[in-house]
């Protein structure tokens, strides 16, 4: 059993956190401000506890439904792009780049493992700032961040797709209501966006962050900007656009790796791919459900200068 602190495990902890549920269907705890599906808290808390970071070490962080698949494909190939083959072609990005949480609680179908110092240590989280360890977090660590948001009623759109797909289909104002209460698996997407965004503001040199609308309207300036930041400089115009073309939504979405392959056991890889438009919300939600989110983003984001 993983021990978190030297009194209790990290189970014997989650035992006693407040409990809701999420989508009618998962249970979810409340850690430390953010709700968690039980399953990931414990990967989480471990990797808090006892993961060292290394100087040359990617993370990249998202709250989800912000782009993730997207932004592991483009920075797996801005690192990888004079390997001789394009993993990508054959590889579901969730693979070639994992999120830690899931890692670490279901390690067999990963090639690798998240503390192996000889691995490509360019990982993922869904995990919030204050959560993560502090090896990365520290003023000596050179470990750069990238984070990707989204504006939060398409996140609610996609998220909506996605879930339904997998659980119980529940309406959408339901939907709605739960996403701005924070009931979700990785807490409130407003407080988790706050927490990158007042960190990146303090320290851009140790995270950028980046938005989905943007890397839509310029990637050429925004997947150059990344590469940098990184410490993967791109020489030319030419590379810049091998890249945008490997990780287009259509390309990848019609690989046969992600059009009939899965992500572990449980989940299909075509889950991942949908529309990938800027405004699709606009296709569902009333302007009742569209004003409820504005509020929370008036309220939570512009506040603090994000404008989303
Ligand atoms: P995750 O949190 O489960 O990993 P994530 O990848 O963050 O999901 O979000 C999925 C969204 O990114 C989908 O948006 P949609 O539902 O509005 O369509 C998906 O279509 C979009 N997406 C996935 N891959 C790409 C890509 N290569 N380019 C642009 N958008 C993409």
Same mark, same amino acid.
């Given at each position: 059993?993983?021990?978190?602190? *030297? /009194? ?18 998962? =249970? ?62 054959? *590889? ?9 949480? #899931?890692?670490? @609680? ?6 690798? !493992?998240? @503390? ?28 750069? #961040?990238? @984070? ?28 709605? =209501? ?6 979700? *698996? ?16 303090? %320290? ?8 989905? /609308? ?24 030419? /590379? ?10 259509? %390309? ?27 405004? !699709? ?6 302007? =009742? ?20």
């Amino acid at each position: 059993m993983a021990k978190y602190s *030297n /009194e209790k495990s990290c189970s014997e902890i989650i035992e006693e956190l407040p409990k809701a549920r999420f989508w009618d269907t998962a =249970d979810i705890v409340r850690w430390e401000g953010f709700w968690y599906i039980p399953n990931f808290l414990e990967p989480a808390m471990s990797f808090r506890s006892s993961f060292t970071a290394r100087n040359d070490d990617v993370l990249l962080a998202s709250s989800i439904k912000t782009g993730t698949t997207w932004i592991k494909a483009l920075a797996y190939s801005c690192i990888h792009l004079h390997d001789d083959e394009d993993a990508l072609a054959g *590889n579901n990005p969730h693979f070639l780049v994992p999120t830690v949480e #899931i890692v670490l @609680y279901n390690i067999k179908p990963f090639e690798f !493992d998240i @503390y192996d110092a000889s691995a490509p240590r360019l990982i993922h989280t869904h995990i919030p700032y204050s959560h993560l360890p502090d090896s990365i977090k520290s003023s000596s660590s050179s470990t750069k #961040i990238v @984070y990707i948001a989204r504006n939060p009623k398409d996140i609610l759109i996609s998220m909506w797709h996605f879930f339904n797909s997998m659980f119980k289909p529940i309406p959408i104002d339901k939907a709605v =209501d739960s996403f701005c209460s924070g009931f979700c *698996n990785y807490g409130s997407f407003f407080d988790h966006v706050a927490e990158y965004w007042i960190e990146s503001r303090k %320290r851009p040199e140790k995270i950028l962050f980046m938005k989905y /609308e943007k890397l839509k309207n310029s990637p050429k300036v925004e997947i150059s900007k990344m590469a940098e930041f990184m410490g993967k400089p791109l020489g030319s115009e030419d /590379e810049v656009e091998k890249i945008i073309w490997r990780c287009s939504l259509e %390309r990848l979405k019609n690989l046969e790796v992600n059009k009939n392959g899965r992500f572990l056991t449980s989940m299909s890889n075509d889950n991942f791919f949908r529309k990938g438009e800027v405004g !699709d919300w606009k296709n569902y939600l009333t302007p =009742d459900m569209a004003e409820k989110i504005d509020k929370m983003s008036r309220d939570k984001l512009e506040t603090i200068g994000l404008f989303l």
